[in-house]
């Protein structure tokens, strides 16, 4: 046999006996065109008297709420336990405490960014369906065997009913988690045109930096997608979850780690505000702010990140979603029926704290009378109480901070001329934050509570002459700042689409014949404008392209050998100028 190939043959039964490394596999797994698993809505439990699922569910509970668990921080894949320690407590039952959470400062802060900063390169990396298989794994394992944990800890920890748990901790993060990996397939698809000889190509890489996730208390799928929604991208995240969340939070982040979360991708950092936003905002490393809350802190951050822009490597990109002051209204051919449900679901699903809540309606006077009597009659139907209960609609405000601030609210409108209670307006603080459903009537248009977010089951409700109702479109237009979720009620299709167009800047989800709430991932984009936050669409593609910097690539196969074109070349047939 000759020698080159005998050596040839020796070589390659080497090389096939031998491991590959860890990047050749990754080259290997290349050599494919994957298409991601189609995404689909799941499929919401009833949880109804009798079901497998609500058996399940109550069991759950039964076991948690009995246990009180201690939170740590979690830095590169680490459990921290700093000692400085609060208490979680249920809402509905505020002497059961559920867990005792560790709080972070600088120094943990300070730990979580180089943590971030250092599994950058590994994660971002990492191949794109690698990254998506995490994140479709964790999607399994929440529609499967942690459904039960994630909706019972956000039950307790958040005080939500079992539909509105189940809704949101696990349908709409399910949703978040399938959909954003086809949105970011559907990214990196959109590729550039090419001309003869040359190849054009755009990298979506991800910022240059960590990726900061501050989220809220009212929906466990939101904890969840802000930190999750950048990592997808190759992002790395510190993601600070509400004091008053971090019952769930800890579970997801145990499910991110079952699901083979890399360390260091996701850092969980629990902590009061600025003992977390401060050494963040300072880093030279920070790249993007994913924020859901108050429009007031978004301001804060903003004009902090603003002043500290000589400390940044880059522009950083700042996505938020804030507050809302949502309308409900009604035209003199609506459907008075549907118009009181929309008030009643729209404005007292999870106790009002829903930044798509139905807070300000306006009514024709030739409906009020139906429209009144029917939500009168329905909220006389609803009960509140502990979510244990699974026969209460209304469920216990999050705290006491929230429930002296909703209550103030009320006790303004009693004390006021011109505002009726027509519902509710009574509360308790004695076992847990109650406050009963509650409906005013103002003839002021412009009373404090059409205006002010008041994140709770408050629903004030103007009547206006039939013959008024284009004046109380530009009326209601003028009157607040948010423009998150609004609905129009009207059976005369000109008048909806005229609506329609006079208020085309009024909200960023707009309903017709519909409650202002309930946006599902896949079909409703969510987000606002003007002081409703900057309206980059959760649960669409608008969100993701957010969290990466394109790099265009252009390879030429046939570069030129000299500087010269053929416009230089003399030409002796050229006339004299």
């Excluded at 930190?227 to 939070?249: C, R």
Aim: a negative charge.
């Amino acid at each position: 046999m000759d020698l080159r190939f005998r050596n040839r043959r020796v070589l390659y039964s080497a090389w096939m006996d031998r491991k590959p490394t860890v990047s050749e596999a990754h080259y290997d797994m290349n050599n494919t065109y994957s298409r991601t698993p189609d995404p689909v809505n799941e499929p919401v439990r009833s949880y109804a008297p009798g079901s497998p699922e609500r058996a399940s569910l109550r069991q759950t509970m039964k076991t948690m709420r009995e246990e009180t668990i201690d939170i740590p921080a979690f830095i590169n894949g680490e459990e921290v336990r700093t000692g400085d320690l609060i208490d979680i407590v249920a809402p509905h039952e505020h002497a059961r405490v559920l867990g005792r959470a560790h709080q972070c400062a600088a120094p943990e802060l300070n730990a979580a960014i180089s943590s971030a900063v250092a599994a950058r390169n590994d994660w971002m990396n990492m191949h794109w369906t690698d990254r998506a298989a995490i994140f479709l794994k964790a999607s399994e394992l929440l529609a499967g065997p942690w459904r039960d944990i994630i909706n019972a800890s956000t039950m307790l920890g958040q005080s939500k009913n079992p539909y509105q748990a189940e809704i949101d901790a696990a349908c709409e993060f399910i949703d978040f988690l399938r959909f954003n990996v086809r949105y970011m397939e559907q990214i990196y698809k959109d590729q550039p045109i090419s001309s003869p000889g040359v190849w054009n190509r755009v990298q979506y890489r991800p910022l240059e930096g960590f990726v900061f996730a501050v989220t809220p208390f009212n929906f466990t799928s939101i904890a969840g997608n802000l930190p999750t929604a950048p990592a997808l991208m190759g992002n790395t995240v510190l993601w600070k979850p509400s004091s008053t969340q971090l019952h769930s939070a800890y579970y997801l982040y145990k499910m991110f780690e079952e699901a083979g979360l890399p360390k260091g991708v996701i850092n969980m950092v629990p902590g009061h505000g600025a003992e977390v936003g401060d050494p963040v905002f300072a880093s030279e490393h920070f790249a993007g702010l994913h924020f859901t809350g108050s429009t007031g802190t978004f301001n804060h951050m903003w004009s902090t990140i603003g002043n500290n822009m000589n400390t940044y490597r880059g522009y950083p990109r700042v996505v938020g979603e804030t507050g809302g002051k949502d309308f409900i209204m009604a035209h003199p051919s609506a459907d008075a029926i549907p118009v009181a449900t929309a008030i009643v679901r729209g404005g007292f699903e999870y106790q009002g704290q829903k930044c798509s809540a139905a807070s300000r309606v306006y009514v024709p006077k030739s409906l009020w009378p139906i429209i009144r009597d029917s939500v009168v009659a329905q909220l006389d139907e609803i009960k509140m109480g502990p979510v244990e209960d699974f026969t209460n609609f209304i469920n216990a405000v999050i705290d006491r901070k929230s429930f002296d601030n909703i209550t103030s609210y009320i006790d303004h409108a009693k004390a006021t001329d011109g505002v009726s209670v027509l519902a509710g307006g009574n509360y308790s603080d004695e076992t847990g934050y109650f406050i009963e459903p509650t409906v005013l009537v103002t003839e002021d248009p412009l009373y404090r509570t059409m205006c002010e977010e008041i994140f709770g089951p408050v629903v004030t409700i103007h009547v206006y002459d039939d013959d008024r109702y284009d004046e109380t479109i530009d009326l209601l237009n003028r009157t607040s700042p948010f423009a998150l979720t609004g609905a129009i009620f009207a059976q005369d299709r000109s008048v909806l689409a005229s609506t329609s167009a006079a208020l085309v800047d009024s909200a960023g989800n707009f309903y017709l014949n519909d409650k202002p709430s309930g946006a599902v991932v896949g079909q409703q984009p969510f987000g606002g404008a003007r002081a409703s936050g900057t309206n980059d669409k959760a649960g669409s593609y608008m969100n993701l392209v957010r969290w990466v910097s394109a790099r265009t690539i252009k390879e030429n196969f046939n570069p030129p050998h000299h500087f010269g074109y053929p416009f230089h070349e003399a030409d002796p047939t050229d006339l004299p100028l």
